[in-house]
């Protein structure tokens, strides 16, 4: 039986910088994806499939905030989910939480080349994509402090700026614009609606993987949870709203930059505000991709720290204390997905990845609350077992309904899944035994190494 440790992450981040890295991990989504909603369920349509999942983001924040206190890990729902399920629990759980945010960057990217090409038609939306990829990871490699700091300052501008936006285009909302043809496809566009819903809060589970570089992180995950979700709830409805009372909303419902589009029609193209807008628009969706690239590469840190992905990415950078080589092999998914993908389908692969982790999380709550009642529990679940339930109904209901309607995106996260399965059993990890001091401190036995 052989011992191996790793080195740890630095303790260096505060109520404030989680704050930051909550909302900035999300609010990209506020700026674009959600808007794909409109296109398959109208504004009320996709009004209503808004409230249900955010109230599906309440419960499971308040219940997922239980674990990451009680099990302040890197590895997020991996560690949750290994802890209650073992091994293969912990695969599906890193596995989805790997497509959620490795999938969630290049769709970022992606607006954010669209952004750029609206401010100029010459500038290649895919070009600039890779090019804010490679700016990105090398930010991330220099330091979390760093990082987490830019996020905050970026964070900040953002907010301003979506709440300049709704200062903007409110005078002009027009209640006969939100309400025409608000249903098109009927109830069934409401499901169809969901994941694009979840665009709007998606990745705010991230917080959970620099759990392990938060100071006194039982009292400063909570606050920074809560807080982050109550600033998205109010900027999501505010947006959606009014964005879709200012025209046709059909006008606005397949671009990658419905928000400068928006005030375009306010203001009019030729405003060189509409152009100051767009260019400050870029503040949010950098937020968000330098986010989900901290979080990525803490997801696949842990993993691989774990021995369910090969142990170079777990090495730490002895300069700048950052997984260098996670963040790096973060960066060439993402290269891949934006060379042969599309928008809309890797928001669907990313929120699908997001569903199962959440439902993965909620399962294991319930499996620890039975198997460890002493686990330490700073924070507990409000109405216990009501919200884990309610967020665990809802997460069901949302994954049949993506399955139901992209079926072959459904196909080929699950057999990725399989492949995964079939590795790790022929690698013989299945056999991978973690301390139980593993899940708060980074020390994991490998007894199949001398079998």
């Known amino acids: 039986m052989a011992t191996i440790k790793t080195e740890q992450l630095k303790r260096v981040l505060k109520p404030i910088h989680l704050w930051a890295i909550a909302v900035s991990l999300v609010i990209s989504g506020e700026y674009f994806g959600w808007n794909l909603g409109w296109g398959v369920s109208g504004t009320v349509g996709f009004l209503l499939a808004t409230v249900i999942i955010t109230v599906m983001y309440i419960t499971f924040i308040f219940s997922y905030t239980e674990l990451t206190t009680s099990i302040p890990h890197a590895g997020g729902a991996f560690a949750y989910a290994y802890r209650a399920l073992g091994p293969f629990g912990g695969l599906l759980a890193g596995y989805a939480t790997l497509i959620d945010f490795l999938f ?10 669209a952004y750029l090409h609206f401010l100029d038609p010459d500038i290649p939306v895919l070009y600039s994509a ?17 990082s987490a700091t830019f996020s905050l300052i970026i964070t900040i501008l953002a907010v301003a700026e979506l709440l300049l936006f709704l200062g903007i285009v409110s005078p002009h909302f027009k209640a006969d614009n939100f309400l025409s043809n608000p249903m098109p496809f009927g109830y069934a566009g409401i499901f169809a609606a969901l994941p694009y819903a979840v665009w709007f809060y998606l990745a705010i589970e991230g917080v959970a993987m620099v759990a392990e570089e938060v100071k006194d992180p039982k009292r400063n995950i909570p606050k920074g949870y ?3 979700l109550a600033t998205l709830i109010f900027l999501a409805f505010g947006v959606m709203i009014f964005t879709g009372g200012i025209t046709d909303w059909r006008k606005l419902s397949n671009l990658d930059y419905p928000l400068p589009e928006a005030i ?4 009019g193209k030729a405003s060189s505000f509409t152009k100051i807008f767009a260019s400050i628009g870029l503040f949010g969706l950098i937020a968000s991709f330098h986010g989900t690239i901290l979080a990525s590469s803490r997801q696949v840190f842990a993993m691989a720290r774990s021995g369910y992905l090969p142990s170079v990415l777990s090495k730490v950078n002895h300069k700048f204390k950052t997984p260098h080589w ?22 669907i692969m990313s ?3 997001a569903i199962c982790m959440y439902m993965m999380s909620m399962i294991s709550l319930f499996i620890l609350r039975k198997k460890e009642p002493g686990l330490e529990r700073p924070f507990t679940a409000p ?18 309904t993506m399955i139901y309607f992209n079926f072959m995106l459904s196909l080929m996260f699950f057999a990725g899944l399989a492949m995964a399965i079939a590795l790790f059993i022929l690698m013989g990890k299945h056999k991978l035994k973690l301390v139980e001091e593993f899940m708060i401190s980074p020390v994991i036995i490998n007894d199949y190494t001398n079998k």
């Open 383 to 400: 109405f216990y077992p009501l919200f884990p339930a309610t967020a665990l109904l809802i997460s069901a209901v949302t994954l049949i």
């Open 264 to 267: 375009s029609i306010v203001l």
């Open 326 to 347: 996670a963040i790096i092999a973060g960066g060439f998914i993402s290269f891949i997905a934006l060379y042969t993908g599309t928008t809309d389908k890797i928001v």
């Open 226 to 228: 809560i807080s982050g």
């Open 104 to 113: 969630a960057t290049p769709a970022i990217a992606f607006a954010l080349g």
């Open 130 to 146: 890779l090019f804010f990829n490679v700016v990105f990871i090398v930010i991330n490699i220099l330091g979390v402090k760093e």
């Open 351 to 353: 929120v699908m990845g």
